[in-house]
Each structure stands twice: as C-alpha cells, then as structure tokens.
C-alpha cells in the first residue's frame, strides 16, 4: 500500500505536471538602427567638384559629336551623304594644282603725303574784313578765300597819283626851260654852265617820275594783296584767324592751310636689297604699278605709279625711300595717313600654283597630302616658290592637274582613305567601285 501523505507534504505533482512552465518574459523591442552622422560640408562640397569635373570632361571629350546634333551645326548633306558612301573614308576638302600667273611685289610701310601743302600768309598788314569760305571746304586756284581793309592803301594809291602828277608838271617845266636854254646858249647869251645845269635837272624829274610810278605800281599791288586768293587747289584745313582780327605782313602762323588732295603722294620704304630690280625696271623707262592698301592689308585703297626714287640710303635703317603718285577722287586717302605700299616688281607666267593653304611644315621638310587615284593619300615633299594672296608657285613635288589635300589635314595618316571634294567640280564616291568589285559573284575584270 502506498503511504498516506502528511498534511505537511503537498501532494507530488505527476511527472507531466511537475516542472511547470515558467512565464516568459515580454518580446523586447529592439533598438533602432544607429543612424550615421551626415557628412561635414567639406565632404558635400568634394562630392559637387568630382560630379562638376566629370561634366567637363564628358563634354570636352564628346564635344564635337554634340556640336554636329546642334541644328545649326549639323554637316552639309553632301558631306553627310559622303560619309555614308565613303565605307568610313576621311571628308576632306581637296584643291586641283593649276597652271597660271603669279606676281611679285615688295611691299613697304608708307605714310599719304601731298605733292603741295601751302600755308596761306598775308602779305599786307591790316584788319581781316571778310572770311569767303568754310573749314573743309575744297577751292581752286585762284578762288577768293581772304579781304584785308583795302582803305589804308586806296589813300596810298591816290597819294602816290598826286604826287605823280605834281612831278610831272615840274617836268615839262624844266624841258621848257631846258629849250629855250638851247637856243639862248646858240646864241652865246647864256653861259653852257647854265644849259648843263638845266639838262641835269630835267633828268632828276624824270628819275622823280619814274619814281611815283612804282609807287603808284605798289600801291596797287597792296590793292591786290588786300583780297587773297587761292594758290592751289586743294582742300582747305581748320580756320587760324577770326575777321575783326589785325594781322601782320608776313606772320609765321599763317591765316589758314591748303593741301593738294588730288593727285596724292605716298611715301614709302624699301631694304636696300630690293633695290636692284626696282632700278633696272626704271632705268628702262618702265613705270611700276604701286597700290596702296590698308593697315591691315585687307581693304585695297588706290592704284598708282612709282614717280621718284631718293637719292640715298638710310645708313641707320638699310631702306630707302620712293614716292608714288595716286589719283584721289574718292578721297580715299588722307594726308599724314598710314598705308602698306605695294610695288609690282615682276609677274611670273605659266607656273604652277596651289592654294597656300595646302601646304604643310614641320622642323625638316615642306610637304603636301596628296590624293592619289585610289582615293587614298600620300606625303608629298615640295618645294616653294613666291607667295601672293592664297596662291603659292610650286617649284617642284607637284604638277599640274594634282589633287592635294586642303582642309582636314589633320585626320590623316599615310595611305588614309579620304572622300575628297574639290570645290567647282563634281562630288565623287571613292568606295563605290571597291564596293561594286566586291560583291559576291562578281569578279574583277583583268585586261
């Protein structure tokens, strides 16, 4: 039999029911993630530079592929189209080498200098009535530009026609006398001391006459000066003296300047060694063609002649100075302006010619891209003659009828295919007879 428990003794629980669970604590929660702390602001402002730095670069770098999307950018259809039949041939511009003229000139730094320039003095002294033309005003020879008081000098002219007149009474007086003199010393009732004395009196008057003619002459000449006129034609300058002034006889100041501005003279410079065939064509009676243009050598101004040539060389400088002579209707010249001169030495006929722009230079040699037939390019080595404008003698390395390279040079490596285009002529496909050739089935033909 199974004991009885105590009462002290809790009745033992089963085996299932012995251990009882115990209760769980409540879920804890758990922490939130640690946020990081933001960046410092130095670390923004780098993360801004390299995204910047990145732009630029991407647009350095596709630059001109974005610049041909542009819509005004985009390439001629023509080259367009060229690309896409070229079967991936270089676009160039290409130039046909030519046959023709080319001249030589020496060109020289020149200053416009009239052939006359005149400062207009007065010759009499007095006040300055009337002033009969304008600040700019082109007159001609014998114009009336100037009126000086006439008066002071009519009283001098009426004066001097007295005087004259009373001279001339006591002249014929004094022949009178003289005769009757003549016939008295005939006579012997005279002494001849008398006669002589007489003779020599009628010889003073009329010195005495001759005398009150010229001033009578001077005083009109004064007249004559109180109006002043013209001495050349030219282009008159800023007024110098205001009416109402006095001015002087001869004043070193002048009352107003007049240059010549058609014809015009430029004075230029040469180096002394460019004077020998300069002297060989005058010397031969020939007369070289002179133009006168701009600073900048852009804007041809006029067509002349070389007139005159100094008559030594500057030892400081090596030049020497020539003066040309241009027609200047247009007043395209000015005086005192500065010009680049341009003398015509010679002209050099049936050469060969080619675009400057053609031509290459590196530290060794001088040398052009060539076309060949096959559309493919080579280096030509070439040599050069005399430059004028865009168009350069080729002495040799080329001949006439070559098709050389102009624009794009710089995509171009030895034996490049290039889709060439010569402005003026027809537009060609250089791949269109490989590409023919080598479609299947077809073979080339061999003769």
């Not at 003095?121 to 008081?149: A, C, H, N, P, W």
């Not at 004066?159 to 008295?184: P, S, T």
């Not at 001033?215 to 007024?239: E, F, M, Q, W």
């Amino acid at each position: 039999m199974d004991p009885i428990p105590t009462a002290l003794e809790s009745p033992r629980p089963s085996a299932p029911e012995e251990v009882q669970k115990a209760p769980s604590p409540p879920p804890q929660k758990a922490p939130p993630p640690l946020q990081k702390a933001p960046p410092p602001a130095r670390w923004r402002r780098w993360v801004w530079v390299l995204i910047v730095a990145v732009a630029a670069f991407a647009a350095y770098r596709f630059w001109p592929q974005l610049k041909n999307l542009a819509p005004g950018n985009a390439p001629p259809p023509s080259m367009a189209k060229g690309r896409a039949k070229s079967g991936g041939a270089t676009p160039v511009v290409a130039a046909r080498v030519k046959r023709g003229n080319i001249s030589i000139y020496d060109t020289g730094l020149g200053a416009v200098t009239p052939i006359y320039t005149v400062t207009v003095q007065s010759r009499v002294t007095g006040q300055l009535m009337k002033v009969m033309f304008k600040e700019g005003q082109l007159v001609k020879e014998g114009d009336l530009l100037l009126e000086i008081d006439p008066r002071p000098y009519q009283v001098m002219l009426d004066q001097a026609e007295g005087q004259l007149v009373h001279d001339q009474a006591l002249l014929k007086n004094a022949r009178v006398d003289l005769e009757r003199y003549k016939i008295l010393l005939a006579q012997e009732a005279v002494p001849e001391q008398q006669y002589a004395t007489q003779d020599a009196l009628v010889t003073q008057y009329e010195g005495t006459i001759k005398t009150d003619q010229a001033a009578i002459d001077n005083a009109k000449l004064d007249l004559v000066y109180c109006h002043i006129t013209s001495p050349i034609t030219g282009l008159i300058g800023l007024r110098l003296v205001d009416p109402g002034n006095i001015v002087q006889a001869g004043a070193a100041s002048g009352l107003l300047v007049i240059t010549q501005i058609d014809p015009i003279s430029v004075i230029f410079t040469i180096a002394e060694d460019q004077l020998p065939p300069v002297l060989d064509k005058v010397h031969a009676g020939g007369k070289l063609p002179v133009e006168a243009w701009d600073r900048e050598l852009k804007n041809k101004l006029a067509q002349g002649t070389l007139e005159t040539i100094d008559n030594q060389i500057d030892p400081t400088t090596g030049t020497l100075k020539l003066r040309a002579v241009f027609d200047n209707k247009a007043f395209k010249l000015f005086p005192s302006q500065f010009v680049n001169a341009r003398l015509l030495v010679d002209q050099k006929r049936n050469v060969i010619l080619a675009p400057t722009a053609v031509i290459q230079r590196n530290s060794q040699n001088t040398y052009v891209w060539l076309v060949k037939p096959d559309s493919t390019v080579t280096i030509r080595q070439v040599t050069t003659g005399v430059s004028e404008g865009d168009q350069t003698e080729m002495l040799s390395g080329v001949e006439e009828g070559d098709e050389v390279v102009m624009v794009g040079v710089d995509k171009l490596q030895e034996g490049s295919r290039v889709n060439a285009q010569v402005p003026g002529e027809a537009p060609r496909n250089p791949g269109a007879q490989n590409s023919a050739d080598s479609k299947p089935g077809r073979s080339k033909k061999v003769s």
